[in-house]
């Protein structure tokens, strides 16, 4: 599996944009950057995934390298509710189902 | 709608006991995982299961651990004898087998001690 390397630890101030970056120099062409997070005491919850073109959705923005080999998760407005372990995870989108967690991003949201 | 619910939430249990923990996927999911989380290891996938066939198991630490799925709406894994060293956050996540890239969706998992 490609390695994906993030940041251990962030902190940023409540109503503020964050930028979570991911590096993934290894990514090959099939690859999906996809993003997971973790609440306190909760299973991990599906943020968002893209390929190639930026990709929006309610929760976050999902901002790709031109030669996709870093990628960041963008919260527009943070709250104290997106306090979470980020992670980013590369899967083969040739159907890969499996899963593999690194380290993750530990997010502090100040108030 | 509801979500992938584990049981029990948490369990506490002495040295050689068997453990069952139980999970029920979201209805119509064909995909079932089961996942580990540790300080240590951080979260690890130990098995998953397409259309209660079990595909991967590579992630089974050893043969005293054992998952099924005997129908689409249920699997255990259950842990026989438990040690020390299988403290952990059990999660069961569950998926639609489709397309390439679904989103899984986790329960809130089961807290172990193993006393």
């Known amino acids: 599996d490609a390695k994906t390397t993030q940041p251990n630890s962030m902190e940023s101030n409540e109503e503020e944009p964050v930028h979570l970056p991911c590096n993934h120099s290894t990514i090959s062409g099939t690859d999906y950057i996809h993003w997971y997070r973790q609440l306190p005491s909760q299973g991990p919850e599906y943020v968002i995934h893209?390929?190639?073109s930026n990709v929006n959705n309610r929760m976050a923005s999902l901002a790709i390298a031109e030669d996709r080999k870093s990628s960041t998760l963008i919260l527009h407005r943070a709250t104290l509710r997106d306090a979470a372990v980020y992670y980013c995870i590369l899967r083969d989108g040739r159907g890969a189902q499996k899963l593999v967690f690194g380290q993750g991003t530990r997010l502090t949201i100040n108030p | 709608d509801a979500g992938v619910i584990q049981s029990p939430r948490h369990e506490v249990t002495e040295m050689g006991q068997e453990v069952t923990l139980r999970c029920k996927p979201i209805s119509g999911h064909n995909s079932l995982f089961w996942y580990r989380q540790t300080m240590m290891r951080g979260l690890e996938l130990l098995i998953y299961?397409?259309?209660?066939?079990?595909?991967?198991d590579s992630g089974m630490p050893e043969d005293r651990f054992s998952a099924k799925m005997p129908n689409a709406s249920f699997s255990t894994l259950k842990i026989q004898p438990s040690e020390p060293r299988d403290s952990a956050v059990y999660f069961c996540a569950s998926s639609l087998w489709v397309t390439s890239n679904q989103p899984q969706h986790f329960g809130d998992g089961t807290r172990l001690s193993i006393l």
């Open positions: 299961f397409n259309n209660n066939v079990p595909i991967d």
């Open positions: 893209g390929l190639t």
